[in-house]
DNA sequence: TACTGGTGCGCG
DNA sequence: AAAGCGCGCACCAGTA
């Protein structure tokens, strides 16, 4: 094929089949492929030496196919997630050609796990709604969202948050692929010690069974059924225990024979229904728990997760994450991300002292802003999160006056939604603009015949409204860090030489031979990898970290020190 | 039968 | 019952 490399492929389908748009660095076209053959063999030859950027709909959609054959891209372009960040983006002056295209505002296609093996052949699958497939939609919004880069304020920001975003959905499409490696021998024994052997179809767990008749014992009503949380509120202020509702927080305040047995059952059920043994049916497969990751599937640009909890798995059950034999987990989390990544934001030198080295709260307490540890810690959070009451409430000023630049900088953000504007990370991401029912209750508090109740509703609305812009600066621009640290991450472990492959997992072609990232969640990865990298990837995973930190921040000295662990020597459990 | 909202609890 | 942010999932109860 003659022609320069492009900068840039753009992969979309036309009438008759997958036709490449092929974008010199201007992002021009000069070319178009139609692709007779398997796509994933052209992808791979386009792939090296020089490997362009993919531009694509939808990463899920492309991607997954992809590594189902073997094969794996360094760059791509997401349109529909580069969408949303523009769409809505303070730093974009003119969006309202992104606004206008309105079909690239679908949800994320999120498959199902059976659907799968299905999705190998993208062009014959009926597929739930997405965005557009056709390669015309595609250049079209491509261009779109060059054109608002080039008028956007700070577009090295954007380009930068445009990038790490697209790595992220590369990463989520690898992390489904290559799976965390998951013991279900191990989980079966631990669900058998807490809930006793796996029970037959239609039975409780013996555990839960005697913790339910003691309770039912104690409160001296045989039927009563312990999930019904009106059923179970009656019977317990039957017996004197005044409670206005289940959770565990409440009930741990009455001292009745009930009550030990009642909090025992609630942890069982909790295990058996959300991890039990039908979990494990569904969700592990051949040593492998495979989440569906919904990259920014939140609102601030965190990740969420559809179908298997993955970001809710227990602590107790890491125990049953695994390496396979010859291979080892390099687990690492940041400690105290967010009040990291809220010091280099608001360039507070203090707040960035007080988080050098390991503990940013007992940096805390030896400057002498609080006394203990724990306060550092709800006065942190209740900082970020906007408290107002309570011991974490109480200690928000003291922080104020330590800390200025960084306590002004989320309380601009507070004041910022309260009255019903918007807020922007680090990178550009910015929080949507209020409800239409919330600006109509701002606009009637203030009418002349608006009553008590209007009022204080408004106000209740701004409150809340605050605290989540308050929160948002701080959460989202932890995640963009995230991103930064996953997708240099994912860079430098690609460049680890292949093992030979005789201890191949079950992991696929592409992931059995290199070291891969298994598990994301928030401020931690789990990388797995064969033992003969394990040093190399730790060293990896806290340069990763390091390289995060400046390229957000630059030269300010903020550190973002790692817990990290060789597994199994010390996975928690 | 399928939905929605409320409750409770797991994670960061 | 959290106080103080962001989620997903299971279950129940009420409704269509």
Redesign the pocket.
Known sequence: MPGPDPSWIVLGRADDGIVAALLDGEGIEFARDRIDGELAAWVSGREAPHAPRWVWADTPAWYAPLLAAGVRVARCHDLRLSHAILRDSELVASASALRAAREWDAAPRVEEPAALPALFDISEVERPAGPPESLDAAVLEFARQRAALTQARDPARLRLLLAAESAGALIAAELRAAGLPWDAAVHDALLADVLGPRPTVGALPARMEEAAARVRDALGDPAV?L???????RALRRVGIH?????????A?HDHPAIAPL?EY??L??????NGW??LD?WVHEGRFRP?Y?PA????G?W?????????????LRAAVRADPGWTLVVA??AQ?EPRVLAGMASDERLAAAARGRDLYAGIVEGGVVSTRAEAK?AL??A??????????RLVPQLRRAFPRAMRLVDDAATAGERGGVVSTWLGRTSPPPSEGWTKAQGRAGDVDATDADESRARRWAR?RG??T???VV?GTAAEWALAWLADVRGRLAELAPVGGDAAPASGPVFSTRPHLAFY????IIVHTPLAHADAVAAIVREGAARAGRLLFGDFPVDFPLDLRISPAAEKG
């Open positions: 059924h999930e019904s949380q009106p059923q179970l509120l409670v206005e509702s289940t959770s565990r927080w409440e009930l305040e909090l609630k942890k059920a909790r295990l058996y229904t959300a039908a979990w569904e569906v919904v599937g939140v609102v601030t965190r969420a997760s559809s179908g298997g909890g993955a970001l809710q798995l227990p602590r107790m989390d940041v991300l709800v959070l209740g970020m999160y906007g408290a107002t009451t309570g011991d974490s409430g809340d605290r989540f308050r929160n948002f959460q969640l928030h401020d931690e």
